[in-house]
Every structure is written in structure tokens, then in C-alpha cells.
């Protein structure tokens, strides 16, 4: 039994120790659950707490900027309570001041009901004659009244009216001027209109006159033949003799004759023809319908192409041999080559196939001053051979006359030499016995100098005693 009894025991107590082993390792292993559980919420904690910090940096920030957004909209509401304080107070002075103009207004209306109710009354209470007195009365009263404000009201228009009054004073005045100075030019400028009037009357007839004698064949030549003479002039030909006029030559087809004939300086020549169809141009400008003047330039310029086409068949280059292959075909003014070239665009171009080459009077001045200037060029050419001419003749007269001063250098030294012998002569053989009377008291008052010798000799002629080749080359 006791056996029994301990083995109970032993056996409960072995239990008891099992399982408190087996609790243990339980429990351990609980806590080691409940540590690791309690760590990893730590650990969480710790990332909410940091993130909540950040969350909290960032709301400050937020805040912070919100206070200072804050601070500016209060300081515009300040600004704007400010200006709205300021509106309100203008606002009140004007509904103020309107106030005061209804009341002065309402003021006035019933001072003159009253006083319109009191002339009525008075009107049916009396007389005609008591009616007027009252209303005289009446109306002096009101009238004292409004003259009164009339006269203030007065003096402050007057203030604002006298600038406006004075500037439309002066501004009538300086209409008045102008309308003065506006008449004044008005006759003037209807004189001026009547005399250019008359003088246009004048050219007219002096224009018909000119084109009825330009469309003479002997006028319109002399015409051109002088205008081409005058164009000579202003290029300054004339003084160098270089142009001749009316020269005709004869050849097998008949005789060529070129108004001018102009002169190069290398010998050259440069035919000149000036019988363009003037005659055509004037009848064109006659015209008076646009459709006939179209016409008659259409005519002109069929004109002028035949003109040119006969130079160019004409060959003036043949009969002169000193001509280069072209001829002038000179048209006496500006306007009529103007013309031709606007109808007739290739002019110019078929005027080159032809050797033929249309000048005007500046054209022409423009050649003639370029030949001129080539005259100028010879000149200043053949002076400088002159001169080159003159120099050498000088230099060989030098040369000869440096040789004459060098043999009277040579003459001069030959007589020093000679001199100084003579010198030396008489200073060793004949004056000492002469100085010797003086000793024996037979000299006269005067006594005899000493003869020096003269030790200088006459420079050489050295640059001009050589040939003008070699001084040339020095």
C-alpha cells in the first residue's frame, strides 16, 4: 500500500515535474512570441512615430505659410476696410451734399408756392391795384433775392467764363488775321493766276509759232545743227578746233554729208549725224485727242527707225577710215529720244546692231567731254616731251658751259702759278737789293710791302664735268 502510495506520489510528482517542464518550454516560448510581437510593434511604432514627425514638420510648414498668407489677406483687408472706410466717407459727403441741394431746392419750391399762393390770394382778396403792389412787392423781394445769388453765381461764372471769354477773344482775332491774310493772299494768288494766264497764253502762241517754224525742213536742220553746235560748246570743243560741220563727201551711191565731224587725239575721228525727223515729234505733241497723238508717235517712231536704218546703210565708217564702225545719230533734245524709246523698246538694241548710237544733248556732252579730257591727256603728253626736249637742251648748255668755267678754273690756277713765281722772283732776287737803298737813305716816304703768295686754287666743276649719260645714270 505504502508502496503503492509513494509510486502515486512519485509518480504525481514526476508529473507535476513534467509538466512544469513542458508549462516552461510553453511559457518561454509565449514570451520569446510575445517579445517578438511586442519588438516588431515597437519597431512599428517607431516608423508611425517618425512618419506622424515628418507629418507634423510638414503641417508646421503648412501652417507657418498659412499664418503668413494670413497675415498678407489681413493686411488687404486692412487696406480695402481702409478704402471702403474712405468711400463711405466720400459716399456720405455726397449724399450729404445732395441732401442739402434737396433741401435747398425744396426750400426754394416752397418759397415759391408761397409766394405764388400769396399772390393769388392777394389776387382775389383785392384790387388790379393791390394785386400789382403785392406783386411788385413780391417780386422785388424775390427778385433782390435772386440778384443776390444771381450776382454770386455771377462772379463764379465770372471766374470760370473770363479765361474762356479771352481765349475766344483771341482766337477771333487770329481768324481775323487769317482772313485778312487769307483775302490778302486770295488777290494775290488771283494775280499771280492771271498773269500766269497771260504769260500761258503768250508761250502758246510762241510754242505754235516755234513748231510752225521747227516743222520747216531749213529751220528744223539749222535747229539741230545749232543744238548740236551749242552741245560742242558746253563740252569745251570748241577751243581746241576739233569739229567741223557740213562736210560732204561723195561716194558711187551718191554723197554722204555728217553734220560734225569730231576729232580724236590719237588721230581717230567720230562721225556725227543730226537730221533726226523732228517734224513727226511736234505734229505728235500737237495732237490734241490722246488717240491721235498715240498715232502721230507711233509715226515718229517708224520715223526714227527709218532714220537709223539709213545711217547704218550709209557705211560712214567706209568713207572715213579714220572713223571706228559707228555713227552718231544725234536727236536734239531729251524728250524726243524719251519718247522714241518708251514706243519702241528695242531701239537701243537694234541701234547697236546697226553701228548706229543715239545720243541727246547729255549724252553727247558726256562724249564729247570724255574726247576732251583725251585732248587735255595729249596736250599735257606732248608738254611733257617738250619739256623732256627742253631739259636735255638745258643740261648739254650747262654741260658745255661747266667745261668753260673748268678751263678758266684751269687758266686761273696756270696765272696763280705763274704769280706766285713772280712772287717768289722778286721776293729773292729783286726786292731785298731795292729794300737796301732805304739803307743808304735814297728810299722814299713809302715803303715796300711784302708780296705774299696767293696759295689757293680754283674749285673743280665735278657733277657737270661728265656726260649727261653718266650724270643720267648718277
Known amino acids: 500500500m505504502t508502496i503503492i502510495i509513494i509510486s502515486s506520489v512519485l509518480g504525481l510528482v514526476v508529473g507535476g515535474i513534467v509538466s512544469w517542464f513542458i508549462a516552461s518550454s510553453r511559457l518561454s516560448k509565449k514570451v520569446a512570441d510575445i517579445q517578438m510581437s511586442y ?5 512599428e511604432l517607431d516608423g508611425k512615430a517618425k512618419s506622424a514627425e515628418a507629418v507634423n514638420n510638414e503641417l508646421r510648414q503648412q501652417i507657418d505659410q498659412k499664418d ?23 459716399l456720405r459727403e455726397s449724399v450729404k451734399h445732395l441732401e442739402e441741394q434737396k433741401i435747398l431746392i425744396e426750400t426754394m419750391k416752397v418759397e415759391m408756392t408761397d409766394t405764388f399762393n400769396a399772390l393769388s390770394s392777394a389776387a382775389l382778396k383785392s384790387s388790379s391795384e393791390d394785386f400789382i403792389r403785392l406783386a411788385k412787392e413780391h417780386i422785388g423781394n424775390v427778385v433782390t433775392d435772386t440778384k443776390g445769388k444771381l450776382g454770386e453765381h455771377q462772379a463764379a461764372m465770372d471766374g470760370l467764363v473770363r479765361p474762356l471769354q479771352e481765349a475766344l477773344k483771341k482766337y477771333e482775332e487770329y481768324l481775323h488775321s487769317l482772313e485778312v491774310k487769307r483775302k490778302q493772299d486770295y488777290t494775290s494768288l488771283d494775280e499771280q493766276i492771271k498773269m500766269l494766264s497771260t504769260t500761258h497764253q503768250q508761250l502758246q502762241k510762241e510754242t505754235s509759232s516755234l513748231i510752225t517754224a521747227l516743222r520747216k525742213p531749213q529751220v528744223s536742220g539749222s535747229w539741230g545743227q545749232l543744238t548740236l553746235k551749242r552741245t560742242a560748246e558746253l563740252a569745251g570743243m570748241t577751243a581746241y578746233c576739233d569739229f567741223f560741220e557740213e562736210v560732204s563727201i561723195g561716194t558711187e551711191s551718191g554723197r554722204l554729208r555728217p553734220d560734225m ?10 562721225v556725227v549725224d543730226a537730221k533726226a525727223p523732228v517734224d513727226a515729234y511736234l505734229k505728235a505733241i500737237a495732237e490734241a485727242s490722246e488717240e491721235g497723238r498715240q498715232k502721230a508717235l507711233s509715226n515718229y517712231v517708224a520715223q526714227v527707225r527709218n532714220h537709223m536704218n539709213s545711217l547704218g546703210s550709209k557705211a560712214y565708217w567706209d568713207q572715213f ?21 518708251e514706243h519702241d523698246h528695242k531701239l537701243i538694241e537694234d541701234s547697236s546692231l546697226k553701228r548706229v548710237i543715239p545720243a541727246t544733248p547729255t549724252t553727247l ?3 564729247l567731254k570724255a574726247v576732251a579730257y583725251g585732248w587735255q591727256q595729249e596736250q599735257v603728253t606732248k608738254s611733257a616731251q617738250q619739256i623732256s626736249q627742253l631739259g636735255k637742251e638745258l643740261y648739254d648748255r650747262i654741260s658745255t658751259l661747266a667745261k668753260y668755267f673748268d678751263d678758266m678754273g684751269s687758266a686761273i690756277e696756270k696765272t696763280n702759278a705763274a704769280y706766285n713765281r713772280i712772287i717768289g722772283s722778286m721776293e729773292s732776287r729783286i726786292l731785298p737789293s731795292v729794300r737796301k737803298f732805304k739803307e743808304l737813305g735814297v728810299a722814299g716816304a713809302n715803303e715796300i710791302s711784302v708780296l705774299e703768295q696767293i696759295d689757293q686754287t680754283p674749285r673743280t666743276v665735278e657733277f657737270l664735268m661728265g656726260t649727261p649719260e653718266k650724270n643720267s645714270m648718277q
Not at 39 to 43: F, G, V
Not at 75 to 89: C, D, G, I, P, Y
Request: glycine residues 4%.
Open 39 to 43: 519588438t516588431n510593434q515597437i519597431t
Open 68 to 90: 503668413s498668407e494670413l497675415g498678407n489677406v489681413r493686411n488687404e483687408l486692412s487696406t480695402e476696410q481702409q478704402e471702403k472706410v474712405r468711400a463711405l466717407t466720400e
Open 261 to 270: 565731224i569730231v576729232r580724236l587725239p590719237n588721230g581717230r575721228e567720230i
Open 321 to 341: 577710215p579714220k572713223s571706228p564702225e559707228m555713227v552718231v545719230m544725234f536727236m536734239p533734245g531729251e524728250s524726243f529720244f524719251s519718247a522714241a524709246i
Open 365 to 367: 556732252i558726256a562724249l
